[in-house]
């Protein structure tokens, strides 16, 4: 009896990995796919200063999935991770946010703030992205002052000097890091004195009950702080309602970023 059960028990679990299995399958098929066929887009959300003047701006991967609708990057950031062609899609994002900010520059009216590209660990840490980055950049024609990388925590405390060593020569370069979503990752204070750093954004989690929780507004106030002593840049994430910006806007932080200025939408409409 015992026997047979841990039998079934085995087939069951085999009939189950190899459905895991043919999903992944045809999700790396799917994606491939939507790379060839251009089924991702860019969402641009604004970063503005207390007068209310964008900044910046920051470019968010959206999958226009033929049959699943509108993915956003939770739903495949991770599979493009792990099946590498987060490289392919990074290199796609970088191109297509060039030949958006030479179609504003032409615009001879319009001041074009920075726009802030987001990397993924694995893919700022592929021997390719240097020279890959570089030449988008020169082949694009654009000023690398109009681009700012965002890092997380996680890509950057592993392999600490090699990080350094890239990163500074990219901003040898005129390119410009922003460290995302700061204070949910592996926060040490020793490090952040030794990246070479442009702007840290505190992470929408500390912003969203900073009116209500104390320990959240002492996070983001000691964010703050130390932003202004180390001489980064401040902007705070998931700003969405006028009570947590005057609250920020108190504590000494002067750029924000969330619905209550605007949710990220594709260039046309920002
Ligand atoms: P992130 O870089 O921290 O981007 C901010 C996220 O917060 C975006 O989610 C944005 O839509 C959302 N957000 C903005 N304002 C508010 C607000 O007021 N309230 C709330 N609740 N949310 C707000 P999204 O677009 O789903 O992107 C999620 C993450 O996916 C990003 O987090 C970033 O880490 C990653 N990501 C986005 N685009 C790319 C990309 O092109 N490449 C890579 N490697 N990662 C990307
Ligand atoms: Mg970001
Ligand atoms: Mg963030
Ligand atoms: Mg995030």
């Avoid at 069951?12 to 895991?20: G, I, P, T």
């Avoid at 990246?195 to 929408?204: F, T, W």
């Amino acid at each position: 009896q015992a026997k047979s059960d841990g039998r079934n028990a085995i087939r069951f679990f085999d009939k189950r990995m190899q459905s895991q299995i043919n999903t992944r399958v045809m999700l790396d098929r799917e994606f491939r796919r939507a790379l060839k066929e251009g089924q991702f887009v860019l969402h641009y959300q604004r970063q503005v200063d207390d007068m209310g003047k964008v900044t910046g701006i920051e470019a968010l991967v959206r999958w226009q999935h033929p049959r699943r609708g509108m993915l956003y990057p939770s739903d495949f950031i991770w599979l493009a991770e792990e099946n590498g062609l987060i490289m392919h899609l990074g290199r796609w994002v970088l191109q297509c946010v060039c030949n958006q900010v030479a179609e504003w520059l032409q615009h001879g009216d319009m001041v074009v703030p920075p726009v802030a590209i987001n990397v993924s660990a694995r893919q700022f840490h592929h021997h390719d992205f240097l020279p890959n980055t570089l030449e988008i950049l020169e082949k694009s024609g654009i000023d690398p002052q109009h681009i700012k990388l965002e890092l997380t925590e996680s890509a950057l405390v592993e392999h600490m000097d090699a990080t350094v060593a890239k990163m500074s020569e990219l901003r040898a370069h005129g390119i410009r890091f922003s460290l995302d979503d700061f204070g949910t990752g592996y926060s040490s204070l020793a490090y952040l004195k030794k990246l070479p750093l442009d702007e840290i954004k505190i992470d929408r989690a500390f912003v969203r009950d900073i009116l209500t929780d104390p320990g959240d507004a002492a996070i983001t106030q000691t964010i703050v702080s130390l932003c202004q002593i180390l001489g980064f840049d401040v902007v705070a994430e998931g700003v969405e309602n006028e009570g947590q910006q005057a609250m920020l806007a108190l504590q000494g932080c002067r750029h924000y970023q969330g619905y209550w200025f605007g949710r990220p939408v594709p260039a046309g409409q920002l």
